[in-house]
């Protein structure tokens, strides 16, 4: 979005595009550290849920979309018919990934309502009204993510 949405030069928008990527993905691999830690510490064991292996699998990904983009894009740069080629495969790619993120953030708030089931608490409490409510939030903005994107007509530029 950011790449399509700011009125900037393009190689500013693409700079702006491949450092919001590697934020976003070292804040993911912090966040799977984070999950290890925890589960470490608390006792939980590790990698038993369907979350956690989709996570793993699309922060891979995530990081492969990544490298890929900064090689062929960026640093030191593909040949302009292999940008033109890739382009419409790397906003798939991405499109698809940012899906599976969506998807296994909702996967997650199941798994936390799970949780507060099973530790006694009420499943129509205010704990529970939460966390079906951040997740509605969450699909809702990954919907409006992927319509925006959508909506964006593909100029001859783009693919240069």
Avoid: C
Wanted: proline residues 3%; aromatic residues 16%; neutral net charge.
């Amino acid at each position: 979005m950011s790449y399509k949405s700011l009125p900037l030069k393009k190689e500013v928008k693409k700079l702006v595009h491949l450092v919001l990527h590697a934020i976003a993905l070292i804040l993911g691999i912090i966040g799977i550290y984070t999950a290890f830690k925890n589960h470490y510490e608390s006792s939980i064991p590790n990698l038993y849920s369907l979350h956690s292996w989709l996570g793993m699998g699309i922060i891979v990904l995530y990081g492969i979309q990544w490298i890929y983009g900064f090689l062929v894009f960026f640093y030191p740069g593909g040949s302009t018919g292999l940008r033109s080629e890739s382009v419409p495969w790397h906003v798939l790619l991405g499109l698809f990934v940012y899906v599976l993120a969506v998807s296994n953030a909702s996967l997650g708030f199941l798994e936390k309502l799970t949780f507060l089931e099973n530790s006694g608490l009420d499943k129509y409490g205010a704990e529970a009204f939460l966390v079906n409510f951040t997740a509605i939030v969450t699909i809702l903005y990954g919907a409006f993510v992927i319509f925006t994107v959508f909506s964006h007509v593909p100029q001859e530029d783009d693919y240069k």
